[in-house]
């Protein structure tokens, strides 16, 4: 065994700065695979790969069940076109929902701005009063 082609569990925790219970996690979720040498883990570039692709689904706002469709359809099928549309549909719904989650924070940002105003405008007259 080649060690130059494996990484350490704590290899890929620096590299990726994650901690090794969230590779575990990756691990028992059936995510990466890394082989066994005694009890440490060997992960190949492979599983370098697929930990990379985790964490820029998770960083994105992906479901861990819309990763695993993901990571399965580039392990199972021979054809990029359907992997690539399917990445895409899901980005385009993820970009839709974060859009309209920017509407919803804007709009509550105007309300506030509102309310400030109005408060404002409640205290200068108050000391205006006084």
Known sequence: MNQAEFFTISDLAREFDVTLRTIRFYEEQ?????????????FTR???????????????????????????????????????QK??????????????????????LDEIGTLEAHCRKVIASDGAVA
Do not use: H
């Open 87 to 108: 990445l895409l549909d899901l980005l385009l719904a993820r970009r839709r929902q974060l859009e309209e989650q920017r509407r919803d924070i804007d709009a509550v």
């Open 30 to 42: 059936g995510l990466i695979e890394p082989q066994r040498d005694g009890r440490q883990r060997l």
């Open 46 to 84: 492979r599983d370098r790969a697929r930990l990379k692709l985790i964490l820029r689904g998770k960083r994105i706002g992906l479901s861990l069940a819309e990763i695993r469709e993901i990571i399965d359809m580039y392990q199972l099928a021979r054809d990029e076109a359907s992997q690539s």
